[in-house]
């Protein structure tokens, strides 16, 4: 984010082929910043994994010899580990009326990823992948994919599809032609969540981005910088922008596509 948006650098796959349009287009930026964020999601994961199996390893000796074990880093990297999962199995939980193990492993990852891609821009010279709307309309999409899928998997795809086409309780073909009517709004209304979600995330990373670019540029050489450097202010803008509002934004976009998620199914449900 430090270094801003003027040096986003732009890919042309294509472009050997003689093809060179905008819209084949990649930024490089967020992709470089996309792995660098899988890459520390991979290291998380082989490090809380490690901890989980050292730490059982330990507790089982301590119990042989009939001892509480040690509080140790390990014992503390274990008690975080097990308290954010011990969350996220609530928070289905509480969403859905019942603990599901599928939508646990789908809002956990997404959190984390989201998460660390608001969160990579304390790297100096890396940006957040999130402040690219392809980035934000693909998570949307794929929240919504699972959204029709899980609706499929629980209820089947000839109750999905009558939802779309036989949508009302009527004679036929009377029903199928109010279906064919509504179902172009019915599509709108699911593209709505795609955008709501894809766009209410793109616009607070994007905005707290140009925030702090424009403060970066306004003031980093002069004097007033050094002094606010000093107090600490700067500190306290990247702790808001990058940290506090990465971390909302995360926890917004899994909350609202649990709650969709959950929604769907009981609306389903209740059709029955």
Known sequence: MQNGLEHEIIWYPLKSFGVDNQFFALSGTTIISTWIALAIILALCLLARSIFLRTHSENHEYQKLLLPPEFTFL????????????????????????FVHR????????????????????????EEPTKNLNTTLALGTIALLYIQKEIIKVH?????????????????????????????FKILGELATVISLSFRLFGNIFGGA?????????????????????????????????IFEGGLQAFVFTILT???????TAIEEGKH
Do not use: D
């Open 75 to 98: 014992t503390y990297g274990k008690y975080v580990a097990t308290s954010v999962i011990r969350s996220f199995m609530s928070l289905v939980e509480q969403s859905t009326g019942a």
């Open 103 to 126: 939508y646990f492993n789908f809002i956990a990852a997404l959190f984390i990823f989201i998460l660390i891609c608001n969160w990579v821009a304390l790297i100096p010279y890396v």
């Open 210 to 242: 140009i925030i702090m670019q424009i403060w970066h540029n306004g003031i980093a050489s002069s004097l007033i910088w050094q002094l606010i450097s000093t107090i600490g202010v700067h500190l306290g803008l990247v702790a808001f922008f990058v």
């Open 156 to 184: 089947g795809f000839a109750h999905y599809l009558k939802e779309y086409f036989l949508p009302v309780s009527t004679f036929f073909p009377l029903n199928l032609i109010i279906g064919l009517f509504f179902a172009p």
């Open 258 to 264: 649990l709650t969709n998620i959950s929604m769907a």
